[in-house]
């Protein structure tokens, strides 16, 4: 999940992770929640349940899982 230029969260999903890494920082957006899953149904089932979610559940979310969305971008980078 991303926060657009406007401030909207925008919720993703993506098999290519390099590829939307680009897009987001081309965009000069923010990556505000990542999490990584081993199957990509699991990652969909997440992405359709974030998609029902109030604006400020969502909050909620990113604000509780912040560190743990930096430890994922890191390691992520570092595997690049």
């Keep these: 999940m991303f926060i657009?230029?406007?401030?909207?969260?925008?919720?993703?999903?993506?098999?290519d992770m390099d590829k939307k890494f680009t897009e987001i920082s081309t965009r000069?957006?923010?990556l505000s929640y990542l999490r990584p899953f081993e199957e990509p149904?699991?990652?969909?089932?997440?992405?359709h349940l974030l998609d029902s979610l109030s604006k400020d559940t969502i909050n909620h979310l990113v604000r509780r899982n912040r560190e743990q969305t930096e430890i994922y971008k890191e390691v992520f980078r570092k595997t690049q």
């Design 4 to 15: 657009n230029k406007t401030g909207e969260f925008i919720i993703g999903f993506s098999l």
């Design 28 to 30: 000069k957006e923010k």
């Design 41 to 47: 149904f699991d990652g969909l089932a997440h992405k």
